[in-house]
């Protein structure tokens, strides 16, 4: 493994971290209230809530995929 092969993988993790960042920045700024519902919600209940996002995401994902 090269150097270049290591600075591929550092930069690819840390890109897709800073755009996560930024997505969930704007989502805040955008919609503090809707942020807010959804982090109690998600509290109360988060292994049955991510499953129902697993359920949602995962038929497109997996079509996509196929295609």
Do not use: F, K, N
Request: hydrophobic fraction near 55%; charge should be positive; include cysteine.
């Amino acid at each position: 493994m090269t150097v270049a092969d290591i600075l591929q993988y550092l930069l690819l993790i840390v890109g897709s971290w800073l755009t996560l960042i930024a997505y969930w920045l704007a989502t805040v700024a955008l919609a503090p209230r809707l942020v807010e519902r959804c982090a109690a919600r998600y509290g109360g209940h988060p292994v049955r809530d991510t499953l129902v996002g697993l359920v949602i995401a995962l038929p497109p994902y997996l079509m996509t995929s196929v295609l």
